[in-house]
């Protein structure tokens, strides 16, 4: 299976607007980073979030056909984009299977009204809306085991794949989840920046929660312009750890 970073950016991505930080003037291309989402590829295609980068990810990425989209929650920066899977249903001729717990279906169902109106406007997107519990739900043969994050007090959902264990927006994690992430060989953890944070994990809590999980590899993703230049940070972090960028494949 293979996984590919579409974005690795916080919410306002990198750079941010208007801002003339050195991150977000900087010309390495790992310091451009989209809304965090990620694309599974095995027997079926996944996406993971489609924040308001979808279009640009999935046209970046050259994705030619997706099965499913399945999101952590219901943030703008994970859903926004949900609009743009149409491209999808139009080549594909089928609706798309959309994974969410009920209470992002009920944000999703608001955001997107139209789309589960009982009259429809003819173009719109068509899903088929599929709940996610704390059980383990099958895409094709691909096996999603739900992992619950706290983002300050929104419960949001992470999920592992076999040996792939991928969270966007924690700050806390209980110990009874942090045994269904116990022995990933590859963990992906959000580190937004130095400075301490309400609803997400700082670089030296990340760092402390990956050294408490001990995967051979861990990457951070949900990255702010303030966390530092892609190059500088790296040389700050232990050895097993990197920054995950934009592009970026893994081999699960
Ligand atoms: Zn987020
Ligand atoms: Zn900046
Ligand atoms: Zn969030």
């Given at each position: 299976m293979t996984i590919t970073f579409l974005g690795t950016g916080t919410s306002q991505g990198v750079p941010v607007i208007a801002c003339g930080c050195e991150v977000c003037t900087s010309s390495d291309k790992r310091d451009k980073r989209l809304r965090s989402s990620i694309l599974v590829e095995g027997d079926k295609t996944v996406v993971i979030d489609s924040g308001p980068d979808f279009r640009y990810q999935m046209l970046r990425a050259n994705v030619q056909h997706l099965d499913a989209l399945v999101f952590t929650h219901e943030h703008k920066d994970h859903v926004a984009g949900m609009d743009d899977i149409r491209a999808f249903n139009?080549?594909?001729?089928?609706?798309?299977?959309?994974?969410?717990?009920?209470?992002?279906?009920?944000a999703i169902k608001r955001e997107f009204h139209y789309i589960f109106t009982e009259f429809k406007y003819p173009g719109i997107p068509q899903v088929n809306l599929n709940t996610i519990t704390n059980e383990p739900f099958l895409i094709g043969d691909i096996k999603f085991t739900p992992i619950e994050v706290m983002h300050y007090k929104l419960p949001v959902k992470g999920f592992r794949i076999n040996n792939f264990t991928y969270i966007?927006?924690?700050?806390?994690?209980?110990?009874?989840?942090?045994?269904?992430?116990?022995?990933?060989?590859?963990?992906?953890?959000?580190?937004?920046q130095k400075q301490t944070h309400i609803s997400h994990f700082t670089l030296e809590e990340a760092i402390a929660f990956a050294q408490e999980i001990g995967a051979e590899r861990t990457y951070f993703t949900h990255i702010s312009h303030r966390l530092g230049r892609h190059e500088d940070i790296s040389k700050e972090l232990p050895l097993g750890i990197e920054l995950a960028y934009d592009g970026l494949k893994l081999e699960i």
């Amino acid at each position: 299976m293979t996984i590919t970073f579409l974005g690795t950016g916080t919410s306002q991505g990198v750079p941010v607007i208007a801002c003339g930080c050195e991150v977000c003037t900087s010309s390495d291309k790992r310091d451009k980073r989209l809304r965090s989402s990620i694309l599974v590829e095995g027997d079926k295609t996944v996406v993971i979030d489609s924040g308001p980068d979808f279009r640009y990810q999935m046209l970046r990425a050259n994705v030619q056909h997706l099965d499913a989209l399945v999101f952590t929650h219901e943030h703008k920066d994970h859903v926004a984009g949900m609009d743009d899977i149409r491209a999808f249903n139009y080549k594909q001729n089928s609706p798309i299977d959309v994974w969410a717990e009920e209470r992002v279906q009920a944000a999703i169902k608001r955001e997107f009204h139209y789309i589960f109106t009982e009259f429809k406007y003819p173009g719109i997107p068509q899903v088929n809306l599929n709940t996610i519990t704390n059980e383990p739900f099958l895409i094709g043969d691909i096996k999603f085991t739900p992992i619950e994050v706290m983002h300050y007090k929104l419960p949001v959902k992470g999920f592992r794949i076999n040996n792939f264990t991928y969270i966007t927006d924690a700050k806390t994690i209980s110990d009874s989840e942090k045994e269904l992430i116990k022995g990933s060989s590859i963990l992906v953890i959000n580190a937004l920046q130095k400075q301490t944070h309400i609803s997400h994990f700082t670089l030296e809590e990340a760092i402390a929660f990956a050294q408490e999980i001990g995967a051979e590899r861990t990457y951070f993703t949900h990255i702010s312009h303030r966390l530092g230049r892609h190059e500088d940070i790296s040389k700050e972090l232990p050895l097993g750890i990197e920054l995950a960028y934009d592009g970026l494949k893994l081999e699960i």
